[in-house]
């Protein structure tokens, strides 16, 4: 079993890979390993938030990423 399949056979939370098929994401979106995109309801980025640079079992940090899903909730 590859990293992605362990992965996500222990949470429910998305997770994007790049295809050999030419479907690029990382490169398209600019993503980084251990970015969090945190997407308003239009589907829009609203921010991105790196697990590396913010350590979520600081609380801070915990609490700015889980301001950021209610703000982007909120955008119209």
């Known amino acids: 079993m590859d990293g ?5 056979a222990i949470t429910d939370l998305p997770v994007v890979q790049d295809q050999e098929d030419g479907a690029l994401v990382w490169e398209r979106w600019g993503a980084y390993w251990r970015d969090v995109f945190v997407v308003g309801r239009d589907n829009r980025a609203y921010t991105v938030f790196n697990l590396d640079d913010h350590d979520l079992k600081d609380e801070d940090n915990f609490t ?3 301001d950021f899903f209610i703000a982007a909730g909120e955008e119209p």
């Not at 992605?4 to 996500?8: G, I």
């Open 4 to 8: 992605l399949s362990e992965l996500t």
């Open 64 to 66: 700015m990423l889980a």
